[in-house]
């Protein structure tokens, strides 16, 4: 149907029931619903109440009951380990089956929650499906969050079973998970009653008696398990994503709304089907991996790429055009950060000769905002569509985009285009009041929002609501600022909030602080997330030491940055920090990090009407010149 989109978008709003209906019939249902949306739950309404569905069935299993069996389900892809690996839905399915039947056999079943911490290897994808199929509720944690981060999660979401593999390979590395899983579960207080290791040749971890058990030998004494009937409603995974403390939030999603939604983008966002090949070159471990690398491509009934390598280094700058050659992927997702990789390191793309890309017919980009220099690098090399589209790990599929699967509108560079069927987004002033056109203000979603999206927080009803709903009564807030324009489209500016984008990669500046301030030598301490040409932001930290500290600073500056890995991770990227005499304030008391972002990033800024003491600035100016920021600030 192409040029509509305008009518369709519409009808989504105002025939929102039979819109998402007739998506939702798309897929096999157990019991249909009762009701497409039911508006009186609480703490938010919920979708297709009353339905059972199994999201692995409809990810495999119809698959090959409608003939697609010898299709390529995934293909993996792993530069790393020279490893190119296909599994048709078949073979998936019967993986995921064996799997799914030895953890039935270890005691778990529906509701029961389990943690996956692994590397990009396809036994990662299978251990969701696996929980998917016996309605078990996965819970992925990112392979560069560290034990500490690990731990934090197994404390609030307390598996039953965890899941991982003896190590990741990062370019040339190769990271041992195992030591990392077990310094978790013993920092934890909730233990798992099992772990399943799938043990790599890279590395080969040592199994713990009694609660580790070698995944290979267990899933090849299993029966293998039928799926799950469990209701629309029911969680089908959580996923941790940092808020502004270091208790990161636990966003749930559903099985009904979920795979409804994700379905319907494949083919309207994405403009992709069944048989298709579709390569998001993220991570399981974000929200990005778990609807397009996993859910939404199986769903659809394409083939999915699972990428274990980088942009660059694995081998070179041509590794993207190598796989969308070689396997004849039709749409890629990735972040802008990895275009900005690519292009550093071959700036003409010259590697992009070597390959016939005649298959490839558009790149999506996220995580971010995507800069015009940018997506217009990729354009002009690519020669077709490059889309930028926005969204977050609590919406799970994006809230804003060109409608390509529908219709291709003009590209305005820096806007991710229009909001997405069943979006009604609005930029409103601090008292909710809609902004006029072109005016900054923050972005916010009114409800109830589509399916698919986060219901609630895992166990914390009220986190939910304070975070997300509480600010703008009837809205929910996005915690990004932006404007949209007179043709409706949407531009998404920054955070409202201390959360930082470093490499496409969410993490929050609050929980860096909270690392910092434990360092017996600080006093107080900020960090801000700066400009860098790469990854975008990268975080920087300021810290007031103690009265007496009488130490070298760049002893305890490298203590920080050590805690700071060790605590969170090497992917929060922490690699700098200074020590000043006292940090800019309210009056309140507090801390003026916006201003001081401004005065690094070396943008204009006003000096705050409610600072206590403007003297402070060109102090921080200077700290901030003396480790190569702030040079274009005038002084
Ligand atoms: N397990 C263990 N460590 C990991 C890891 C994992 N799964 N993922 C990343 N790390 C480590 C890296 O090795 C690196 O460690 P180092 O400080 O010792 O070098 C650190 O975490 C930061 O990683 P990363 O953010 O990937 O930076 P990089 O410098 O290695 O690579 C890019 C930069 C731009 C090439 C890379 O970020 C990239 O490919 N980004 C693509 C975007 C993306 O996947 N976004 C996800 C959302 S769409
Ligand atoms: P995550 O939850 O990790 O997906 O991060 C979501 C956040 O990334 C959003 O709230 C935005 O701040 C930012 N983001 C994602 N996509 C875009 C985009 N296309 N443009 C601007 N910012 C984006």
Redesign the pocket.
């Known amino acids: 149907m192409p040029g509509c989109y305008q009518d369709i978008y519409d009808h989504s709003i105002t025939e929102r029931d039979a819109f998402w209906a007739e998506a939702a019939n798309a897929l096999v249902w157990d019991k249909k619903w009762d009701q497409v949306i039911d508006l009186s739950t609480q703490p938010s309404a919920q979708w297709f109440g009353g339905g059972m569905v199994n999201t692995c069935f409809n990810a495999l299993d119809r698959h090959v009951d409608a003939g697609r069996g010898d299709q390529n389900a995934l293909i993996y892809d792993s530069p790393v380990t020279d490893t190119v690996a296909h599994y048709t839905y078949r073979e998936l399915r019967d993986e995921v089956a064996h799997l799914a039947g030895a953890m039935q056999q270890r005691g778990v079943g529906k509701g029961d929650l389990v943690i996956i911490y692994m590397?990009?290897i396809p036994q990662a994808a299978m251990a969701m499906l696996a929980c998917a199929r016996i309605g078990a509720i996965h819970s992925v944690v990112?392979?560069?969050f560290a034990a500490h981060e690990l731990a934090t999660r197994i404390n609030d979401a307390k598996p039953k079973l965890m899941l991982s593999a003896s190590c990741?390979i990062?370019?040339s590395?190769v990271?041992a998970y195992k030591p990392l899983l077990d310094r978790a579960i013993d920092q934890a207080t909730h233990k798992p009653d099992a772990v399943f290791v799938w043990q790599r040749p890279q590395a080969k971890a040592d199994l713990t008696p009694g609660r580790d058990f070698d995944w290979h030998d267990i899933c090849a004494k299993a029966s293998p398990a039928d799926c799950v009937s469990v209701a629309a409603t029911d969680p089908l995974y959580v996923l941790y994503t940092s808020g502004t403390t270091g208790q990161p939030k636990g966003v749930v999603r559903d099985n009904g709304g979920h795979m409804v939604a994700l379905n319907w983008s494949m083919k309207n966002i994405y403009g992709v089907s069944a048989g298709d090949v579709f390569w998001?070159?993220?991570?399981v471990?974000?929200v990005?991996g778990h609807s397009y690398i996993v859910y939404g491509p199986l769903l659809a009934g394409c083939t999915t790429v699972l990428y274990e390598g980088?942009?660059?280094?694995t081998p070179d700058a041509g590794a993207y055009w190598r796989v969308i050659s070689q396997h004849g992927v039709k749409a890629l997702?990735?972040?802008p950060?990895?275009f900005?990789?690519i292009k550093r390191d071959d700036p003409n793309a010259e590697l992009l000769k070597d390959y016939d890309l005649s298959c490839f017919e558009a790149l999506y980009l996220?995580?971010e905002r995507s800069d015009p220099d940018t997506l217009q690098w990729a354009e002009r090399h690519l020669g077709v569509p490059v889309i930028d589209h926005w969204w977050q790990t609590e919406t799970g599929w994006p809230m804003c985009a060109n409608p390509r699967g529908i219709e291709l509108l003009p590209i305005k560079y820096g806007s991710p285009t229009v909001a997405v069927c069943g979006w009604e987004v609005h930029a409103v002033d601090e008292s909710g009041h809609e902004l006029p056109r072109g005016k900054i203000g923050a972005l916010v979603a009114k409800l109830p929002l589509p399916p698919g999206t986060l219901p609630t927080l895992w166990h914390n009803d009220a986190r939910f609501v304070s975070s997300y709903l509480a600010e703008y009564p009837g809205y929910y807030a996005t915690g990004d600022a932006g404007f949209i324009d007179e043709d409706g489209y949407i531009y998404v500016m920054s955070r409202t909030d201390d959360i930082i984008n470093?490499?496409?990669?969410r993490l929050s500046t609050g929980a860096m602080e909270e690392v910092l301030s434990g360092h017996q030598d600080v006093a107080e301490c900020a960090v801000i997330g700066v400009h860098d040409d790469?990854?975008g932001q990268v975080p920087l930290g300021f810290m007031v030491l103690k009265a007496g500290v009488n130490r070298p600073d760049s002893e305890i500056i490298a203590e920080v940055i050590a805690m700071v890995?060790d605590q969170i991770?090497?992917?929060a990227?922490f690699?700098q920090a200074t020590i000043v005499e006292r940090l800019p304030k309210t009056r309140s008391g507090k801390i003026l990090r916006r201003t001081m972002r401004s005065i690094a990033d070396g943008e204009t800024y006003k000096t705050p009407a409610t600072i206590d003491d403007p003297g402070i600035l060109p102090e921080i100016t200077d700290a901030l010149r003396d480790i190569g920021y702030a040079r274009d600030v005038a002084g």
């Open positions: 590397p990009m990112f392979g560069g990741g990062e370019g590395r990271i998001a070159a993220s991570d471990g974000w990005v980088k942009p660059v280094g997702f990735t972040a950060t990895a900005r990789a996220a995580g470093v490499a496409g990669h790469l990854k890995r991770g090497p992917v990227a690699k």
